[in-house]
T-cell receptor, first 114, second 114 residues
C-alpha cells in the first residue's frame, strides 16, 4: 500500500510569490492534515481537511490556505511568501474514524524562500 | 488547549545502554498520546500510540512507553539502543474529541556513541 506522497520534495521561491504544495493521502484515508516544521517554532498544525471540508485550523495567517478534492488529495497554498515561511511542510493522512486517528506522514516539502 | 513538554533537548547514550525520553502533557482529560521519530530530512514515523486501556504500550523497533495519568506523563523507553536509533523523537497529543489535532513537543535529539 502506497504511503503519503508529497510533491514537490524541494522548492525555492522568491519573497512575494505564491506556492502550492500537493499531498496524496493513503488510499481510503479521508483526513489530511498539514504541519509546518521550523527550527524555531518546531512542528505546528496548520489545518485539517476531511471530506473536502476544513475541519480544524491552527493559528496561522490567512496567507495559508488549503483545499481537498473529492479523491481526498489535498493542496496547500501560501500567498505573498515571506522569508519566515521557509520550512518543511508535512502532510499527514488518517482514517479519522472514531477509534483510529493514527496519522501517517509524508516525507515533506522543503520550501526555501529567498 | 493541549500542550506537550519534552524537557530534554538533546540526549547522548552509549550503544547498548538503556534509554528513557521524557514527555509531559497538559490536557483536561486523557488525550490520545503518540511518539514519533524523525530522521534528518525525513517525515515522521509513528513509534507507538496510546488511546486507552493498558498503560504500557509496545511499539516498533523495540520501543515502549508508559502512560501515567497521575503524572501526566508518557515516557518512551528502550532497554538497549542501537546506532540506528539516532534521530529526533517527538511526543504528541491529540484530543479524543476531534477538535484539536496533533500538538507536538519540541523534540529530543538522540545521539548514540559507540
Amino acid at each position: 500500500k502506497a504511503g503519503v506522497t508529497q510533491t514537490p520534495r524541494y522548492l525555492i521561491k522568491t519573497r512575494g510569490q505564491q506556492v502550492t504544495l500537493s499531498c496524496s493521502p493513503i488510499s481510503g484515508h479521508r483526513s489530511v492534515s498539514w504541519y509546518q516544521q521550523t527550527p524555531g517554532q518546531g512542528l505546528q498544525f496548520l489545518f485539517e481537511y476531511f471530506s473536502e471540508t476544513q475541519r480544524n485550523k491552527g493559528n496561522f495567517p490567512g496567507r495559508f490556505s488549503g483545499r481537498q478534492f473529492s479523491n481526498s488529495r489535498s493542496e496547500m497554498n501560501v500567498s505573498t511568501l515571506e522569508l519566515g515561511d521557509s520550512a518543511l511542510y508535512l502532510c499527514a493522512s488518517s482514517l479519522a474514524s472514531q477509534t483510529n486517528t493514527e496519522a501517517f506522514f509524508g516525507q515533506g516539502t522543503r520550501l526555501t524562500v529567498v | 488547549a493541549q500542550s506537550v513538554t519534552q524537557p530534554d533537548i538533546h540526549i547522548t547514550v552509549s550503544e547498548g545502554a538503556s534509554l528513557e525520553l521524557r514527555c509531559n502533557y497538559s490536557y483536561g482529560a486523557t488525550p490520545y498520546l503518540f511518539w514519533y521519530v524523525q530522521s534528518p530530512g525525513q517525515g515522521l514515523q509513528l513509534l507507538l500510540k496510546y488511546f486507552s486501556g493498558d498503560t504500557l504500550v509496545q511499539g516498533i523497533k523495540g520501543f515502549e512507553a508508559e502512560f501515567k495519568r497521575s503524572q501526566s506523563s508518557f515516557n518512551l523507553r528502550k532497554p538497549s539502543v542501537h546506532w540506528s536509533d539516532a534521530a529526533e523523537y517527538f511526543c504528541a497529543v491529540e484530543s479524543p474529541f476531534g477538535n484539536e489535532k496533533l500538538t507536538f513537543g519540541t523534540g529530543t535529539r538522540l545521539t548514540i556513541i559507540p
